[in-house]
């Protein structure tokens, strides 16, 4: 179906034990498009995230891909679909290369001997492709800095030509420059036709980048946004539930004068 959602959440629930982390959760992501999907300490977002990448299937709702609907029991159920997660701990081995880390547990091989030559092409056509610039693929990951960890983590995703990325707070911790690659890198994922999740409690880098923004608030959809319509002030509301806050008043002040 035309302009149908690559992924569609309808009436996401879960429970754990006693306790109710999602209700009724909806969201949509689109080829091209950058949702960003924010909200407070315990609001939910890292069990949605992931229900959808296989690890905590939802107890109840309908999850559809394509336009079709699929459980998503496990981990490779999700990337045999076409979702990759980068999650925050990036899952880098310091003591590889980056050719190493790209390729860990999907090793190209030649006649059951490990095929280095074709590795190394591969991965620097793959960091050429997204102008991901590193001094070179046979640098220990170790030595590079945070922006580079994080580009090479979201790299290593995209070998396996997923449709849909979740990142999860990509930008934490990171300085200026290096919060500006991973940026500029959201931004080749969704010029090529990715749909890109993008978790963060930074409203600048949002505002930056997403198209969307879903909030979440304590495990409820709580607003869709499009951020070009949107002020910083509006997320910041859904986010805590009050109109009344330090921005609202900031802004109101400003307004008066």
Not at 75 to 104: E, H, K, M, R, W
Not at 224 to 249: K, L, M, P, Y
Request: charged share 25%; hydrophobic share 45%.
């Amino acid at each position: 179906m035309a302009g149908e959602p690559v992924l569609a959440l309808r009436g996401v629930s879960k429970r754990f034990g006693a306790v109710q982390v999602l209700t009724d959760v909806d969201l949509e992501v689109n080829r091209g498009e950058v949702v960003a999907l924010v909200g407070d300490n315990g609001a939910g977002k890292s069990t949605l995230i992931k229900a959808i990448a296989g690890v905590g299937p939802p107890d109840e709702g309908e999850i559809r891909w394509e336009g079709k609907p699929v459980s998503i029991g496990s981990p490779s159920v999700a990337q045999g679909l076409g979702i990759a997660t980068v999650y925050q701990d990036l899952a880098l081995c310091d003591n590889l290369d980056v050719v190493g880390n790209l390729f860990l547990g999907r090793e190209i091989r030649r006649f059951s001997i490990l095929d280095e030559v074709a590795m190394e092409a591969r991965a620097q056509e793959l960091l050429r492709t997204l102008s991901i610039k590193i001094p070179s693929v046979r640098i220990p990951v170790a030595s590079l800095s945070g922006g580079q960890r994080q580009t090479v983590a979201i790299s290593r995703s995209l070998l396996g030509a997923p449709k849909i990325v979740i990142l999860d707070e990509p930008t934490a911790a990171l300085g200026v420059e290096q919060t500006a690659q991973v940026l500029d890198l959201v931004e080749r994922l969704r010029e090529q036709g990715l749909g890109v999740i993008l978790i963060s409690h930074n409203m600048v880098d949002v505002r930056a980048v997403a198209d969307r923004v879903a909030v979440l608030r304590l495990g409820r959809n709580n607003g869709f946004f499009t951020t070009a319509d949107t002020t910083q002030e509006e997320i910041i509301s859904a986010i805590t539930g009050a109109t009344d806050n330090a921005v609202t008043r900031r802004q109101a002040k400003g307004e008066a004068r």
